[in-house]
């Protein structure tokens, strides 16, 4: 069976293999409604798509298409520009609503009107080519070739040399935070030891007030003490004083008077002189200090023979001590007061 076709495509006559006439006729509206046929036994019509003998509507590829209101029973796939043709805006129009004007068999643009369709189709079939074979081709040669290169790259090359940068700062860091601490180690040892040297020096000062205070305490004591001994014994250290002095001017005047014999012969003389001198002198200071019955004769007198007889002896001794170390009175070194 052989087909004839108008200039929309439209298969308007069917001949046979050996035929030399038609067979068969139909014709068509110019929305592809059939107006009129015979003999026709093949499937293809408007169009030259195949239609459905039961509905009448006309497969164009990606969509069906419904001769009866000349639109396509789905939405255009491609999204069409409505500028300058604004009827591209209807995504279910055939051929911009001009089916005289062209044909769509491929449900998507019509075959001459819009060019914007075509080159979107075109796109979408460079896209499926690039999908079904570049983009395979692409995938093997990145994951047999380029992704183990990377990666081997990245693993031997790159991640020790991160992991050196990330261990170089992690001792920097580490560093700086021991630096850290360690001076304020040295600050808090420092505040420390300021703490203790002021408290140590509290201590001192406060330990030093006390010593000086029961220094003070101790001198004040014993300034008291030699002050009441002082009071209480003036009279016989005013008399001691006395007779030291006498005994010793009696002395040096005989020693003076006799060539140095007399002052050895006349120590005893001297040391009673010396002694009723400091007798007197020791009870007037009695007698000064209101000592009951101190001021009357006979305590002068009592006073001035105990001293003159204790003195007599004492003085001389003490006196002939010192002078018989001396080296002119070698000869006298055996005397002494009872002789």
């Not at 860091?173 to 304020?184: L, S, V």
């Not at 020096?201 to 009441?228: F, I, N, P, W």
Request: aromatic residues 10%; hydrophobic residues 45%.
């Amino acid at each position: 069976m052989l087909a004839f076709t108008d200039a929309h495509d439209d298969v308007v006559g069917e001949f046979s293999a050996g035929g030399s006439s038609l067979s068969g006729s139909s014709v068509y509206d110019p929305m592809g409604n059939v107006t009129a046929t015979a003999g026709m036994v093949g499937g293809l019509g408007y169009q030259s798509g195949w239609t459905d003998s039961f509905t009448g509507k006309v497969n164009m590829a990606t969509r069906w298409y419904n001769p009866a209101n000349g639109q396509f029973q789905n939405k255009d796939s491609v999204s069409l520009d409505p500028a300058p043709q604004s009827v591209s805006a209807n995504p279910f129009a055939y051929v911009d609503d001009n089916p005289l004007g062209g044909t769509d068999p491929s449900g998507q643009c019509s075959s001459f009107w819009d060019f914007g369709c075509h080159l979107a189709v075109a796109a979408a079939a460079v896209s499926h080519a690039y999908q079904k074979y570049v983009a395979p081709v692409i995938s093997h040669i990145y994951n047999t070739y380029i992704a183990p290169t990377v990666n081997y790259v990245y693993n031997h090359y790159i991640v020790p040399v991160r992991v050196g940068i990330q261990t170089a700062v992690q001792h920097v860091n580490d560093a700086w935070n021991q630096a850290k601490a360690y001076a304020a180690r040295v600050k808090q040892l420092a505040l420390e030891a300021a703490a203790r040297v002021k408290r140590l020096a509290a201590e001192a000062y406060h330990r030093s007030v006390v010593l000086l205070q029961h220094a003070a305490t101790v001198a004040a004591k014993t300034a008291a003490t030699v002050g009441t001994f002082i009071k209480a014994h003036a009279a016989t250290i005013a008399s001691i004083a006395v007779s030291t002095v006498v005994f010793a001017g009696c002395e040096a005047a005989l020693g003076a008077f006799t060539a140095g014999v007399g002052a050895v012969v006349g120590a005893v003389g001297c040391g009673a002189l010396a002694g009723a001198v400091g007798g007197l002198v020791e009870q007037g200071v009695n007698c000064a200090q209101g000592q009951k019955g101190g001021c009357s004769a006979s305590a002068f007198g009592k006073a001035c023979s105990a001293a003159s007889a204790a003195r007599s002896v004492v003085l001389p001794g003490a006196w002939v001590a010192v002078w018989s170390r001396r080296p002119w009175a070698r000869p006298f070194r055996n005397w002494s007061p009872a002789s």
